[in-house]
Antibody, heavy 119, light 111 residues
């Protein structure tokens, strides 16, 4: 069974840093595209970052230069390092697998972890 | 960037009746490989999104056949043939032809 479990969220002051983790089971992170998608309180979905095993990474303009996506294949884990956090980064952050073999879709999602940026 | 626009933003429906949600993209979603990468997701309150449909009309594993998708190019539709109570929530269309963009969401609620 495929499962994704995020952790690392919390309350952080503007300008601070936070590292989110996503532990995967039921498949190997190393051979899949993986992504982070966020949802501000009461708002819609916004893709944040995508990474593939070939090392390619993609970032939304809103986080480029501040966030870094990475994976630890030995732990089957995806991470998101978030620096220079702003109030507008407040959101639930979801980890999702991005399947590109059959249709280029986000097929499995974690429950999400809440990041609150506030003084 | 491709912009996805959904209508309506809110849809009150009666149980057992059909429902329809439209999604329009600012440019064609037809990829050079011949596929159109348009998917639909459903998010119940307090839950993560879940995939319903991909490549316009293919139902994901476990999705009931009362859900159907159609469209081409820039105009797409998600239809529910007979709405059930568990269908409430927000529906998002999403394009993955050129990077990734979500629609703003359509809230389905029971009258």
């Amino acid at each position: 069974e495929v499962q994704l479990v995020e952790s690392g969220g919390g309350l952080i002051q503007p300008g601070g840093s936070l590292r989110l983790s996503c532990e995967a089971s039921g498949f190997t992170v190393s051979s899949n595209y993986m992504s982070w998608v966020r949802q501000a309180p009461g708002k819609g979905l916004e893709w944040v970052s995508v990474t593939h095993s070939d090392g390619s990474t993609y970032y939304a303009d809103s986080v480029k230069g501040r966030f870094t996506i990475s994976r630890d294949n030995s732990k089957n884990t995806l991470s998101l390092q978030m620096n220079s956090l702003r109030a507008e980064d407040t959101a639930v952050y979801y980890c999702a697998r991005y399947d590109t073999l059959t249709g280029r879709y986000f097929d499995y999602w974690g429950q999400g972890t809440l990041v609150t940026v506030s003084s | 960037d491709i912009v996805m626009t959904q209508t309506p933003l809110s849809s009150p429906v009666t149980l057992g009746q059909p429902a329809s949600i439209s999604c329009r993209s600012s440019q064609s979603l037809l990829h050079s490989d011949g596929n159109t990468y348009l998917s639909w997701l459903h998010q119940r309150p307090g839950q993560p999104p879940r995939l319903l449909m991909y490549k316009i009309s293919i139902r994901f594993s476990g999705v009931p056949d009362r859900f159907s998708g159609s469209g081409a190019g820039t105009d797409f539709t998600l239809k529910i043939s007979r709405v059930e109570a568990e269908d409430v929530g927000v529906y998002y269309c999403m394009q993955t032809t050129q990077y990734w963009t979500f629609g703003q969401g359509t809230k389905l609620e029971i009258k």
